[in-house]
């Protein structure tokens, strides 16, 4: 039987006695409140997921089973709709997956504490330059070159523009493809006047093994990965295409296809960005299945091998391009909350003997 309850509803309340709001602790009111928005996104996820595969609906005895979990796994019901929606997407539920609003709650303080967050406008001094395709970098209205010397504005088309048709001008508060503006000449220098913070990026020849899917945005592969114990490795990986008409990939519009981890094997399926599964592009018509990322394990020995030198991060999300001649390149390496819910309820759970899903439990826990 479908289920429709949902935590803090009176029919919630009434199914599951132990859960009805008299009984909410004060950490229970806070995870409500920051957690709403989250969860109200979780909620629709899954009712676009059930309502396209409606065996994969959530019947009462296991929402009853996660709430449970959820309850005394992680110490609030309002952790479960995450795992609900992870249950409909995967197919079933499995036990040390980590709910997005507990990842954002006490995953990333305690594992990117020392730096939440890392601007994407020093990325390419943290890590191999030669493997970002940043041309320059913009700090309240003032460009700078890569070794930091001030570009005058009547200089901007000149020394950014003079091997590049456009470039892409990425603010620092960027997320999901929201803050990425393609510029050209006639537009790249007011960009740059009114920008606070941010890193302008050639564009690149991707891989026609994957441009073919989409040619219009440039498709990235996000790769995980996690240090422990002077330790990096791989954890989950997809690649993002592009659709409609977007020239860059946003993740309001995006198509995500898992990879394996160990061949690079796309999925027979893709997900569009309500969760809903297709087995093609939905723009193009070309089939996952049988396809391959082009050098998808040179591209994990270069995550892991980046991040060893970046310990103090935890897990870091990598936006890699496949190019067709430059090889392997980074968009930018993602620290602070960078999305695991996708990868989570697809490989995970991706921080498993870690212990992160026992974080709530600490007594300097942040809720």
């Known amino acids: 039987m479908r289920s429709n309850l949902h935590p803090g509803t009176g029919l919630f309340d009434r199914t599951c006695h132990r859960f ?15 957690s709403r928005r989250s969860n109200s996104k979780a909620a629709s996820i899954r009712t676009a997921i059930e309502t396209a595969r409606p065996d994969r609906a959530l019947d009462r005895v296991t929402v009853k089973m996660i709430r449970e979990y959820a309850a005394d796994t992680l110490g609030s019901v309002f952790f479960s709709p995450w795992l609900e929606t992870y249950t409909a997407h995967r197919g ?6 980590i709910p997005d609003n507990y990842h954002r709650f006490y995953v990333v303080p305690h594992a990117n504490a020392a ?12 890590f191999s330059q030669d493997r970002f395709p940043d041309l320059a970098y913009v700090f309240y209205g003032q460009a700078y070159g890569l070794d930091g010397t001030p570009i005058a504005a009547d200089d901007i088309n000149g020394k950014i523009l003079s091997e590049h048709p456009f470039v ?13 503006l393609r510029c050209d000449r006639n537009t790249l220098a007011q960009e740059i006047a009114t920008c606070t913070g941010g ?8 891989h026609p093994d994957l441009s073919m899917v989409f040619p219009h945005a440039t498709p990235t592969l ?11 490795r791989v954890v989950a990986a997809y690649m993002r295409f592009g659709s409609g008409e977007d020239g860059h990939v946003k993740s309001e519009s995006h198509v995500r296809v898992n990879v394996a981890l160990d061949t690079g094997v796309l999925g027979e399926e893709g997900y569009l960005a309500n969760w ?4 093609g592009h939905p723009d193009t018509m070309v089939e996952f299945k049988g396809r391959s990322v082009p050098s998808f394990l040179e591209a994990c020995d270069l995550c892991r091998t980046e991040h060893a030198h970046f310990p103090s991060s935890r897990y870091m999300g990598w936006d890699v391009a496949v190019t067709e001649d430059e090889g392997i390149m980074f968009f930018e390496a993602n620290t602070g909350h960078a999305d695991i819910k996708f990868s989570e309820a697809s490989h995970g759970p991706i921080f ?4 992160w899903d026992k974080l709530h439990l600490q007594d300097h826990a942040p809720i």
């Open 20 to 34: 009805a709001r008299k009984f909410w602790t004060p950490t229970d009111r806070r995870i409500e409140r920051l």
């Open 92 to 97: 079933t539920f499995v036990e040390g997956w």
């Open 115 to 126: 730096l939440n967050g890392l601007p994407s406008a020093i990325n390419g001094k943290l």
């Open 168 to 180: 892409y001008l990425k603010k620092t508060q960027s997320s999901q493809g929201r803050g990425v």
């Open 199 to 206: 890193i302008i990026q050639r564009p690149l020849t991707i």
């Open 222 to 232: 996000r790769i995980t990965t996690v240090h422990i114990a002077e330790k990096s």
């Open 276 to 279: 809903t599964p297709v087995s």
């Open 352 to 355: 498993a003997g870690l212990g």
